[in-house]
């Protein structure tokens, strides 16, 4: 149940953030990058959950330096995964606050 879900959003959920794409849009790169990439994607999966139990074994306190390593990584895969210069950009909210 896991590698679909993987599968699902390993891309998607920064591109959701970095483009103006749909949630169907995003989900189908997702699964074209596994589809691709399915060793190096199994690898990185294969990191994430060992980092997790490796931060919830530390009574959750590895938590605060693995989970936003591993959002700062994901972001990288992503950028190097998925050629998004063709998709329109999210432009900021005009504004402000």
Known sequence: MAAPLFASSVVAMPLL??????????VLTSWQAVLR?????????????????????????GLIVVLPWL???????YRALVDAD?????LPPEGGA
């Open 17 to 26: 953030l970095d483009r103006r794409v749909d949630v169907l849009q995003a």
């Open 37 to 61: 990439n399915p060793g190096a994607l199994a690898l990185w999966a294969a990191l994430i959950m060992g980092l997790t139990l490796l931060g919830m074994a530390t009574a959750l306190l």
């Open 71 to 77: 959002g700062h990584a994901s972001w990288h895969a």
């Open 86 to 90: 063709s998709l329109p950009e999210r």
